[in-house]
Protein backbone atom coordinates (compact mmCIF):
# COMPACT_ATOMS: atom_id res chain seq x y z
CA UNK A 1 0.00 0.00 0.00
CA UNK A 2 1.85 3.68 -1.01
CA UNK A 3 1.72 6.40 1.01
CA UNK A 4 -1.35 8.47 -0.47
CA UNK A 5 -3.35 5.23 -0.23
CA UNK A 6 -2.70 5.04 3.82
CA UNK A 7 -3.24 8.75 3.68
CA UNK A 8 -6.54 8.50 2.38
CA UNK A 9 -7.73 5.44 4.02
CA UNK A 10 -6.88 7.18 7.16
CA UNK A 11 -9.37 10.04 6.29
CA UNK A 12 -11.66 7.63 5.06
CA UNK A 13 -11.37 5.68 7.96
CA UNK A 14 -11.80 9.19 10.57
CA UNK A 15 -14.80 9.84 8.69
CA UNK A 16 -17.22 6.99 9.06
CA UNK A 17 -16.34 7.16 13.09
CA UNK A 18 -16.96 10.69 13.16
CA UNK A 19 -20.50 10.06 11.13
CA UNK A 20 -20.96 7.12 13.34
CA UNK A 21 -20.33 9.49 16.69
CA UNK A 22 -23.04 12.05 15.01
CA UNK A 23 -25.68 9.43 13.95
CA UNK A 24 -25.20 7.49 17.40
CA UNK A 25 -26.15 10.90 18.73
CA UNK A 26 -28.91 11.42 16.35
CA UNK A 27 -30.51 8.07 17.63
CA UNK A 28 -30.59 8.96 21.27
CA UNK A 29 -32.71 11.95 19.85
CA UNK A 30 -35.01 10.67 17.31
CA UNK A 31 -37.86 8.99 17.69
CA UNK A 32 -37.77 5.23 17.23
CA UNK A 33 -39.33 3.49 14.24
CA UNK A 34 -42.59 1.64 14.61
CA UNK A 35 -42.94 -1.47 15.20
CA UNK A 36 -44.46 -2.53 11.28
CA UNK A 37 -42.19 0.59 9.63
CA UNK A 38 -38.68 -0.40 9.79
CA UNK A 39 -37.99 -1.27 6.49
CA UNK A 40 -38.38 2.00 4.23
CA UNK A 41 -41.30 2.28 2.13
CA UNK A 42 -40.11 0.84 -1.71
CA UNK A 43 -37.97 -1.21 -0.80
CA UNK A 44 -37.91 -5.33 -0.39
CA UNK A 45 -39.93 -5.89 3.03
CA UNK A 46 -41.93 -2.93 3.60
CA UNK A 47 -45.01 -3.91 5.68
CA UNK A 48 -43.14 -7.11 6.26
CA UNK A 49 -43.51 -8.26 3.26
CA UNK A 50 -40.68 -9.97 1.62
CA UNK A 51 -40.09 -11.61 -1.70
CA UNK A 52 -40.37 -15.26 -2.48
CA UNK A 53 -37.89 -17.48 -0.74
CA UNK A 54 -36.33 -19.94 -2.64
CA UNK A 55 -33.30 -22.60 -1.64
CA UNK A 56 -30.13 -22.07 -3.62
CA UNK A 57 -29.57 -23.85 -6.42
CA UNK A 58 -26.53 -26.14 -7.41
CA UNK A 59 -24.93 -23.52 -9.78
CA UNK A 60 -25.51 -20.72 -7.07
CA UNK A 61 -22.83 -18.82 -5.23
CA UNK A 62 -23.48 -18.69 -1.36
CA UNK A 63 -20.71 -18.48 1.57
CA UNK A 64 -20.53 -18.28 5.07
CA UNK A 65 -22.47 -15.19 6.19
CA UNK A 66 -26.16 -16.82 7.29
CA UNK A 67 -27.34 -13.14 6.50
CA UNK A 68 -25.84 -12.59 2.56
CA UNK A 69 -27.36 -15.85 2.23
CA UNK A 70 -30.35 -15.29 3.32
CA UNK A 71 -30.77 -11.85 1.80
CA UNK A 72 -29.68 -13.75 -1.60
CA UNK A 73 -32.53 -16.56 -0.84
CA UNK A 74 -35.18 -13.88 -1.44
CA UNK A 75 -33.90 -12.27 -4.03
CA UNK A 76 -33.19 -8.76 -2.05
CA UNK A 77 -29.48 -9.23 -3.69
CA UNK A 78 -29.19 -11.60 -7.15
CA UNK A 79 -30.52 -15.18 -5.93
CA UNK A 80 -27.35 -16.49 -8.21
CA UNK A 81 -25.54 -14.79 -5.43
CA UNK A 82 -23.08 -13.93 -8.74
CA UNK A 83 -21.88 -10.26 -9.65
CA UNK A 84 -22.76 -8.06 -6.51
CA UNK A 85 -21.80 -4.72 -6.26
CA UNK A 86 -20.29 -3.79 -2.38
CA UNK A 87 -22.38 -0.18 -2.44
CA UNK A 88 -25.56 -2.11 -3.01
CA UNK A 89 -25.08 -4.88 -1.03
CA UNK A 90 -24.78 -1.88 1.93
CA UNK A 91 -27.80 -0.02 0.68
CA UNK A 92 -29.58 -3.59 1.00
CA UNK A 93 -28.44 -4.57 4.55
CA UNK A 94 -29.74 -1.52 5.62
CA UNK A 95 -32.86 -2.01 4.72
CA UNK A 96 -33.52 -5.07 5.30
CA UNK A 97 -31.35 -5.21 9.12
CA UNK A 98 -31.34 -1.52 9.72
CA UNK A 99 -27.86 -1.30 10.60
CA UNK A 100 -26.41 2.55 10.07
CA UNK A 101 -25.29 3.80 6.80
CA UNK A 102 -21.92 4.00 8.48
CA UNK A 103 -22.01 -0.14 9.03
CA UNK A 104 -23.25 -0.54 5.59
CA UNK A 105 -20.64 1.40 4.14
CA UNK A 106 -17.75 0.25 6.70
CA UNK A 107 -18.22 -3.82 5.98
CA UNK A 108 -18.59 -3.76 2.41
CA UNK A 109 -15.48 -1.64 2.10
CA UNK A 110 -14.04 -3.66 4.16
CA UNK A 111 -14.81 -6.53 1.99
CA UNK A 112 -13.69 -5.25 -1.13
CA UNK A 113 -10.21 -4.27 0.58
CA UNK A 114 -9.64 -7.69 1.47
CA UNK A 115 -10.51 -9.10 -1.96
CA UNK A 116 -8.08 -6.16 -3.55
CA UNK A 117 -11.26 -5.18 -5.24
CA UNK A 118 -12.80 -1.23 -5.94
CA UNK A 119 -15.65 -0.99 -3.85
CA UNK A 120 -17.23 1.52 -5.84
CA UNK A 121 -16.58 -0.54 -9.23
CA UNK A 122 -16.40 -4.01 -8.84
CA UNK A 123 -18.86 -7.07 -8.34
CA UNK A 124 -17.95 -9.90 -6.50
CA UNK A 125 -19.55 -13.75 -5.69
CA UNK A 126 -20.65 -14.44 -2.20
CA UNK A 127 -18.49 -17.19 -1.81
CA UNK A 128 -15.29 -15.18 -2.23
CA UNK A 129 -16.27 -13.47 0.97
CA UNK A 130 -14.87 -17.11 2.24
CA UNK A 131 -11.19 -16.60 2.04
CA UNK A 132 -9.90 -17.78 5.27
CA UNK A 133 -8.42 -15.39 7.77
CA UNK A 134 -9.85 -12.29 5.87
CA UNK A 135 -13.36 -12.45 7.84
CA UNK A 136 -13.59 -15.70 7.31
CA UNK A 137 -12.13 -17.57 10.59
CA UNK A 138 -11.57 -20.58 12.67
CA UNK A 139 -13.47 -21.21 16.14
CA UNK A 140 -17.15 -20.34 14.32
CA UNK A 141 -20.16 -20.68 15.98
CA UNK A 142 -22.05 -22.02 12.90
CA UNK A 143 -19.76 -24.04 11.32
CA UNK A 144 -16.81 -26.51 11.06
CA UNK A 145 -13.50 -24.62 10.70
CA UNK A 146 -12.10 -24.35 6.96
CA UNK A 147 -9.47 -26.89 7.28
CA UNK A 148 -11.75 -29.38 8.34
CA UNK A 149 -14.64 -28.40 5.86
CA UNK A 150 -13.78 -26.74 2.87
CA UNK A 151 -17.27 -25.38 1.65
CA UNK A 152 -17.36 -22.46 4.29
CA UNK A 153 -21.37 -22.18 2.72
CA UNK A 154 -21.86 -25.39 4.71
CA UNK A 155 -23.53 -25.11 8.10
CA UNK A 156 -22.74 -27.38 11.01
CA UNK A 157 -26.28 -28.22 11.62
CA UNK A 158 -25.30 -30.26 15.36
CA UNK A 159 -23.71 -26.60 16.34
CA UNK A 160 -27.13 -24.37 15.21
CA UNK A 161 -29.06 -27.12 17.30
CA UNK A 162 -26.71 -27.01 20.22
CA UNK A 163 -26.53 -23.02 20.04
CA UNK A 164 -30.46 -22.73 19.95
CA UNK A 165 -30.85 -25.32 22.68
CA UNK A 166 -28.44 -23.10 25.17
CA UNK A 167 -31.18 -20.24 25.09
CA UNK A 168 -31.63 -18.96 28.33
CA UNK A 169 -33.51 -16.06 28.69
CA UNK A 170 -37.26 -15.03 27.63
CA UNK A 171 -38.74 -11.91 26.60
CA UNK A 172 -41.64 -9.77 27.55
CA UNK A 173 -43.83 -11.86 25.74
CA UNK A 174 -41.69 -15.57 26.87
CA UNK A 175 -40.57 -16.80 24.02
CA UNK A 176 -37.30 -18.03 24.19
CA UNK A 177 -34.28 -16.34 23.53
CA UNK A 178 -30.61 -16.53 23.45
CA UNK A 179 -28.63 -13.66 25.43
CA UNK A 180 -25.89 -12.23 25.27
CA UNK A 181 -24.12 -14.97 28.22
CA UNK A 182 -25.57 -17.85 26.34
CA UNK A 183 -23.68 -16.59 23.52
CA UNK A 184 -19.78 -15.91 25.40
CA UNK A 185 -20.41 -19.63 26.89
CA UNK A 186 -21.12 -21.53 23.65
CA UNK A 187 -18.11 -18.78 21.53
CA UNK A 188 -16.14 -20.44 24.58
CA UNK A 189 -16.93 -23.80 23.90
CA UNK A 190 -16.58 -23.47 19.90
CA UNK A 191 -12.89 -21.78 20.63
CA UNK A 192 -11.69 -24.09 22.75
CA UNK A 193 -13.07 -27.41 21.05
CA UNK A 194 -11.92 -25.94 17.53
CA UNK A 195 -8.53 -24.92 19.16
CA UNK A 196 -8.39 -28.67 20.11
CA UNK A 197 -9.30 -30.75 16.97
CA UNK A 198 -7.71 -28.49 14.30
CA UNK A 199 -4.15 -28.33 14.38
CA UNK A 200 -4.33 -25.30 11.60
CA UNK A 201 -6.38 -23.92 14.13
CA UNK A 202 -5.66 -19.81 14.64
CA UNK A 203 -7.51 -17.13 16.37
CA UNK A 204 -6.31 -13.49 15.78
CA UNK A 205 -7.47 -11.02 18.48
CA UNK A 206 -8.78 -9.19 15.39
CA UNK A 207 -11.65 -12.55 14.43
CA UNK A 208 -12.35 -13.32 17.67
CA UNK A 209 -13.81 -9.35 17.53
CA UNK A 210 -15.28 -10.84 14.11
CA UNK A 211 -16.62 -13.73 15.86
CA UNK A 212 -17.94 -11.60 18.34
CA UNK A 213 -19.11 -8.80 16.06
CA UNK A 214 -21.46 -11.93 13.96
CA UNK A 215 -22.66 -13.64 17.34
CA UNK A 216 -23.82 -9.44 18.43
CA UNK A 217 -26.31 -9.36 15.54
CA UNK A 218 -28.48 -12.56 16.46
CA UNK A 219 -29.43 -10.48 20.17
CA UNK A 220 -29.78 -7.60 17.75
CA UNK A 221 -31.29 -8.18 14.82
CA UNK A 222 -33.45 -11.32 16.06
CA UNK A 223 -33.73 -9.85 19.75
CA UNK A 224 -32.28 -13.34 20.47
CA UNK A 225 -35.67 -15.12 19.05
CA UNK A 226 -35.11 -18.71 18.96
CA UNK A 227 -38.34 -19.24 17.30
CA UNK A 228 -36.83 -16.91 14.47
CA UNK A 229 -33.21 -17.85 14.52
CA UNK A 230 -34.11 -21.24 13.65
CA UNK A 231 -35.28 -20.11 10.74
CA UNK A 232 -32.68 -18.17 9.42
CA UNK A 233 -29.60 -20.23 10.99
CA UNK A 234 -30.93 -23.76 9.68
CA UNK A 235 -32.86 -22.11 6.14
CA UNK A 236 -30.84 -18.53 5.94
CA UNK A 237 -34.55 -17.50 5.67
CA UNK A 238 -36.29 -14.45 7.09
CA UNK A 239 -39.09 -15.74 9.19
CA UNK A 240 -43.09 -15.04 7.47
CA UNK A 241 -43.95 -11.13 8.62
CA UNK A 242 -40.62 -10.98 10.15
CA UNK A 243 -38.39 -7.35 10.28
CA UNK A 244 -35.64 -6.63 12.40
CA UNK A 245 -35.52 -5.98 15.65
CA UNK A 246 -33.10 -3.12 15.76
CA UNK A 247 -35.60 0.17 15.24
CA UNK A 248 -33.11 3.01 15.69
CA UNK A 249 -34.43 5.70 13.59
CA UNK A 250 -30.75 5.40 11.93
CA UNK A 251 -30.04 2.11 12.63
CA UNK A 252 -27.55 0.55 14.47
CA UNK A 253 -24.39 2.23 14.72
CA UNK A 254 -20.77 0.59 15.20
CA UNK A 255 -20.80 1.99 18.24
CA UNK A 256 -24.00 1.34 19.22
CA UNK A 257 -22.75 -2.58 18.57
CA UNK A 258 -20.01 -2.31 19.79
CA UNK A 259 -21.34 -2.28 23.46
CA UNK A 260 -22.69 -5.82 22.54
CA UNK A 261 -19.68 -6.87 20.81
CA UNK A 262 -17.65 -5.62 23.66
CA UNK A 263 -20.05 -7.35 26.52
CA UNK A 264 -19.97 -10.95 24.38
CA UNK A 265 -16.17 -10.78 24.18
CA UNK A 266 -15.41 -10.47 27.95
CA UNK A 267 -17.79 -13.01 28.71
CA UNK A 268 -15.80 -15.57 26.63
CA UNK A 269 -13.94 -18.70 28.74
CA UNK A 270 -12.53 -20.82 27.32
CA UNK A 271 -10.68 -22.03 30.27
CA UNK A 272 -14.19 -23.56 31.16
CA UNK A 273 -14.26 -25.81 28.03
CA UNK A 274 -11.04 -27.81 28.71
CA UNK A 275 -12.55 -30.67 29.59
CA UNK A 276 -14.90 -30.73 26.36
CA UNK A 277 -11.73 -30.25 24.10
CA UNK A 278 -9.83 -32.55 25.53
CA UNK A 279 -12.96 -34.89 24.69
CA UNK A 280 -13.80 -33.90 21.28
CA UNK A 281 -10.02 -34.48 20.53
CA UNK A 282 -10.00 -37.83 21.77
CA UNK A 283 -12.94 -38.49 19.46
CA UNK A 284 -11.23 -36.61 16.63
CA UNK A 285 -8.50 -38.83 16.64
CA UNK A 286 -10.57 -41.97 16.38
CA UNK A 287 -12.65 -40.80 14.13
CA UNK A 288 -9.77 -39.89 11.04
C1 LIG B 1 -21.24 -6.92 3.61
C2 LIG B 1 -21.49 -7.24 4.86
C3 LIG B 1 -21.10 -8.58 5.45
C4 LIG B 1 -20.03 -9.36 5.14
C5 LIG B 1 -18.93 -9.10 4.13
C6 LIG B 1 -20.13 -10.55 5.98
C7 LIG B 1 -19.24 -11.59 5.96
C8 LIG B 1 -19.27 -12.68 6.81
C9 LIG B 1 -18.29 -13.74 6.84
C10 LIG B 1 -17.06 -13.85 5.93
C11 LIG B 1 -18.66 -14.61 7.81
C12 LIG B 1 -17.91 -15.85 8.29
C13 LIG B 1 -17.22 -15.55 9.58
C14 LIG B 1 -16.77 -16.77 10.31
O1 LIG B 1 -15.80 -17.43 9.87
O2 LIG B 1 -17.38 -17.12 11.31
C15 LIG B 1 -19.89 -14.12 8.38
C16 LIG B 1 -20.58 -14.75 9.38
C17 LIG B 1 -21.74 -14.29 9.95
N1 LIG B 1 -22.39 -13.11 9.63
FE1 LIG B 1 -21.90 -11.84 8.15
N2 LIG B 1 -21.24 -10.44 6.77
C18 LIG B 1 -21.87 -9.26 6.49
C19 LIG B 1 -23.02 -8.78 7.06
C20 LIG B 1 -23.73 -9.40 8.06
C21 LIG B 1 -24.96 -8.90 8.65
C22 LIG B 1 -25.66 -7.60 8.24
C23 LIG B 1 -25.35 -9.80 9.61
C24 LIG B 1 -26.55 -9.81 10.48
C25 LIG B 1 -27.77 -9.46 10.09
C26 LIG B 1 -24.36 -10.87 9.62
C27 LIG B 1 -24.41 -11.98 10.44
C28 LIG B 1 -23.49 -13.01 10.44
C29 LIG B 1 -23.56 -14.17 11.33
C30 LIG B 1 -24.64 -14.44 12.38
C31 LIG B 1 -22.47 -14.98 11.01
C32 LIG B 1 -22.19 -16.35 11.62
C33 LIG B 1 -20.85 -16.50 12.21
C34 LIG B 1 -20.54 -17.85 12.79
O3 LIG B 1 -20.70 -18.92 12.19
O4 LIG B 1 -20.03 -17.80 13.90
N3 LIG B 1 -23.42 -10.61 8.65
N4 LIG B 1 -20.23 -12.94 7.76
C1 LIG C 1 -21.31 -12.29 -14.07
O1 LIG C 1 -20.40 -11.50 -14.80
C2 LIG C 1 -19.58 -12.24 -15.69
C3 LIG C 1 -18.55 -11.32 -16.30
O2 LIG C 1 -19.14 -10.11 -16.71
C4 LIG C 1 -20.46 -12.94 -16.73
O3 LIG C 1 -19.67 -13.73 -17.60
C5 LIG C 1 -21.47 -13.85 -16.00
O4 LIG C 1 -22.38 -14.42 -16.93
C6 LIG C 1 -22.26 -13.08 -14.94
N1 LIG C 1 -23.02 -14.03 -14.17
C7 LIG C 1 -24.25 -13.80 -13.73
C8 LIG C 1 -24.91 -14.91 -13.01
O5 LIG C 1 -24.82 -12.73 -13.88
C1 LIG D 1 -16.55 -0.72 16.56
O1 LIG D 1 -16.07 -2.00 16.27
C2 LIG D 1 -15.58 -2.20 14.95
C3 LIG D 1 -15.20 -3.65 14.80
O2 LIG D 1 -16.31 -4.46 14.91
C4 LIG D 1 -14.41 -1.25 14.71
O3 LIG D 1 -13.89 -1.44 13.41
C5 LIG D 1 -14.91 0.17 14.87
O4 LIG D 1 -13.85 1.08 14.69
C6 LIG D 1 -15.57 0.39 16.23
N1 LIG D 1 -16.22 1.68 16.18
C7 LIG D 1 -16.38 2.51 17.18
C8 LIG D 1 -17.04 3.80 16.86
O5 LIG D 1 -16.03 2.24 18.30
Known sequence: MGPF???SRLFLDFGILSWDILLTLSNLVRRKHRIGHVTPQGHPGYGKHWPEYSPPKETDSRC???ALNAMANHGIIPRSGRNISFVEVGDHIRTTYNFSPTFCSFVPRFAARMLKKNY???LFDLEELDLHNGIEHDGSLLRLDSALEQAQS???VPFIEELLAAATGRD?????VITTKDLSRILGKRRAVARAVNKEFSLSFFH???GST???TLVTVFGGRVDELHSFLHEERLPGGWESHIRQHYGITLMQLNKTILGIELGVCEQDWAEAAREAAERHKVSV
Do not use: Q, W
Not at 172 to 176: G, L, R, S
Open 120 to 122: NKD
Open 5 to 7: SIV
Open 64 to 66: SCP
Open 208 to 210: KIF
Open 172 to 176: KEDNA
Open 214 to 216: NAA
Open 154 to 156: TKH
